[in-house]
């Protein structure tokens, strides 16, 4: 990991965030993304619960990752709508 990525024993993540402030201040630019699990991990597909698999929308575009068996059922019943899927 890199040294930015490192958060010291017993600090949370949130204290070693910078301000929103202090983003602005930098020039930082904020990035346009929303991550959706469409399953976490069940070693079986069930009707509740797909096997692992992530939808990645960054500014406009959408990637899927790790899908698995059953993705296209948690897929339907998501938000993302599968034609996006690049």
């Known amino acids: 990991p890199r040294a930015a990525d490192v958060v010291p024993v017993g600090a949370t ?3 070693t965030m910078p ?3 202090e983003l602005e201040e930098s ?5 346009d993304m ?3 699990f469409l399953g976490t991990g069940s070693c079986l597909p069930t009707v509740t619960r797909g096997v692992s698999c992530s939808v990645l929308r960054r500014e406009g575009s959408y990637w899927m ?3 698995g ?3 296209q059922v948690q897929l ?10 690049e």
């Open 69 to 71: 068996e059953g993705s």
């Open 65 to 67: 990752f790790d899908a």
């Open 19 to 21: 301000s929103q402030e």
């Open 27 to 31: 020039g930082v630019q904020g990035l």
């Open 34 to 36: 929303e991550l959706t």
């Open 76 to 85: 339907q019943r998501s938000c993302v709508r599968p034609g996006n899927i």
């Open 13 to 15: 993540p949130e204290a």
